[in-house]
T-cell receptor, first 109, second 115 residues
Framework: QQPVQSPQAVILREGEDAVINCSSS?????VHWYRQKHGEAPVFLMI?????EQKGHDKISASFNEKKQQSSLYLTASQLSYSGTYFC??????????FGKGTKLSVKP | DAGVIQSPRHEVTEMGQEVTLRCKPI?????LFWYRQTMMRGLELLIY????????DSGMPEDRFSAKMPNASFSTLKIQPSEPRDSAVYFC?????????????FGQGTRLTVV
């Protein structure tokens, strides 16, 4: 089943922060985050494998709450280059990877 | 490695025609996924393969859609007959490894327009 992302869209000014949430009605084995620029393919950001795990690079980080079957992506001090659509993907033991509908992030100067 | 390669990049066809989309995964990757992307539904998983074997095709919308993976380096997604509502961007992705703990690499996609 498709994970649910919120919000569907967000508009930021450069330097502002944003949080994107991802939740599932089924147990999660892992959470993937990808970013897609307009007209391009989705590009991998990070995977979280364990409950309580947090990861990050640059000013983008994520957490995974296994019990609540949720993950959140945090973008701090946003830059113009952060604009795009962010997808969370949920994995199950069978190896599949199902994505939410995406959150469109627009960063304005 | 050149990454996941899809062809054609763009396809315009008339309703009722057969369409074949092609994908070459990254060498050594044992999982291959086909996704369809539309504004309304986002990235939908259509079917995925493990070691060339279809594992789950429950996302294939209708019998008009079929997918094959005859060997580790090639997969096709066929639509016959095509309909205007099949217009979308179709992505192929591949990854290596057991379970879900490795990243997926996407091809550049095929933009299909059925008129």
């Amino acid at each position: 089943q498709q994970p649910v992302q919120s919000p569907q869209a967000v508009i930021l000014r450069e330097g502002e922060d944003a949080v994107i949430n991802c939740s599932s009605s089924k147990a999660l084995y892992s959470v993937h985050w990808y970013r897609q620029k307009h007209g391009e393919a989705p590009v991998f950001l990070m995977i979280l494998l364990k409950g309580g795990e947090q990861k990050g690079h640059d000013k983008i980080s994520a957490s995974f709450n296994e019990k609540k079957q949720q993950s959140s992506l945090y973008l701090t001090a946003s830059q113009l280059s952060y604009s795009g659509t962010y997808f969370c993907g949920t994995g199950r033991s069978q190896g599949n990877l199902i994505f939410g509908k995406g959150t469109k992030l627009s960063v304005k100067p | 490695d050149a990454g996941v390669i899809q062809s054609p990049r763009h396809e315009v066809t008339e309703m009722g025609q057969e369409v074949t989309l092609r994908c070459k995964p990254i060498s050594g990757h044992d999982y291959l996924f086909w996704y369809r992307q539309t504004m309304m539904r986002g990235l939908e998983l259509l079917i995925y393969f493990n070691n060339n074997v279809p594992i789950d095709d429950s996302g294939m919308p209708e019998d008009r859609f079929s997918a094959k993976m005859p060997n580790a380096s090639f997969s096709t997604l066929k639509i016959q007959p095509s309909e205007p509502r099949d217009s979308a961007v179709y992505f192929c992705a591949s990854r290596r490894g057991q379970g879900t703990n490795t990243e997926a690499f996407f091809g550049q996609g095929t933009r299909l327009t059925v008129v």
